[in-house]
């Protein structure tokens, strides 16, 4: 079905709009992390915090909204940017299927509607949903071009939708919420820093800084290997008892560190090997990995 024309002079169809739309709100990351925080919520949920259908819906929404909204500013203020990329040139705005104009009023519908919908859950999930947009778009997308810091700012808002599902249960920001809130946090290092080895080439032609040294060295492999083995200490946080009500049985908290293990041993090949294959393999197995560890908390949780 034709709608109008769009400004290359390409018919514009429902289809169309719809695979922009996916596009622009990066679906499919934001997806996983709808998925974070509804596990977060999860994990709350108890006797004094009932399950509620409803609230875990509008997490959902709320969750999708507020990520899409960072994946649309973020987007408008790359678009000279991701226009110089082969992975990013095609997306709607710096192909220009869509002008600044429409991104920007979407990325403003979608704040909005996030923000209302977390809201009506309990305020400081707004809040905390509030912040992650403004450390995106406000901080770590402008940080890209200018130090390799802005990984270590860009993991403050990442690490927010695992324990956000916890506040949207709770109401409340405490020492369960803050575990969850470490392990994404650590976990943000070494995904992203192999996202950054094995697109280096093309990351270095809109002159981002995605790796801790700059360059695809042993240090950068060093500091990979560092964080991935934080990650698996706070990951195995909750086996020592002292994270409150979040748990972790022994056979549960084995199981993570395997899996923390499997992770590792793909760090350590990429200091050996040093190369692109490597680094993305050690990325695939670092979304396997937050998958993983989320659906055994939350088993670990309802079995145990």
């Not at 769009?6 to 679906?27: H, R, W």
């Not at 109401?171 to 650590?186: K, R, S, V, W």
């Not at 060295?217 to 990979?224: C, E, F, G, V, Y």
Request: charge should be positive; charged fraction near 15%; glycine fraction near 6%.
């Amino acid at each position: 079905m034709k709608v109008t024309v769009n400004t290359l002079g390409d018919e514009v169809t429902v289809k169309s709009l719809f695979a922009d739309f996916v596009a622009i709100t990066k679906a499919r990351l934001a997806i996983s992390v709808v998925f974070s925080s509804m596990a977060g919520y999860l994990l709350a949920v108890s006797d004094v915090f009932p399950f509620s259908l409803a609230t875990l819906i509008m997490l959902a929404i709320g969750g999708y909204c507020m990520v899409g909204a960072s994946n649309v500013f973020n987007q408008i203020i790359e678009k000279d940017l991701d226009a110089l990329m082969d992975r990013t040139k095609n997306r709607p705005v710096p192909s220009g299927k869509m002008s600044v104009r429409t991104a920007f009023a979407i990325g403003v519908a979608l704040t909005v509607c996030g923000l209302a919908i977390l809201y009506t859950i309990n305020p400081k999930t707004a809040m905390f949903g509030a912040i992650s947009i403004f450390l995106y778009t406000s901080v770590y997308t402008p940080l890209k071009t200018i130090t390799p810091l802005a990984v270590f700012v860009g993991a403050f808002p990442g690490a927010i939708p695992f324990m956000l599902g916890w506040v949207a249960a709770t109401n409340d920001f405490d020492i369960e919420a803050g575990t969850l809130f470490l392990i994404q946090f650590f976990w943000q290092f070494p995904h992203f820093w192999a996202i950054g080895w094995f697109l280096y080439d093309d990351y270095k032609k809109a002159g981002f800084f995605m790796l801790p040294t700059g360059k695809r060295d042993k240090k950068t492999a060093l500091q990979i290997i560092l964080y991935t083995s934080w990650l698996i200490m706070a990951s195995l946080l909750p086996a020592t008892g002292f994270t409150g009500s979040l748990t972790l049985s022994p056979v549960a908290a084995v199981l993570v560190l395997l899996l923390g293990v499997w992770m590792l041993l793909h760090a350590v090949k990429l200091y050996r090997k040093m190369d692109g294959p490597t680094a993305k393999k050690l990325m695939l197995v670092s979304v396997s990995y937050i998958s993983l560890l989320q659906v055994i908390y939350i088993a670990d949780k309802f079995i145990s």
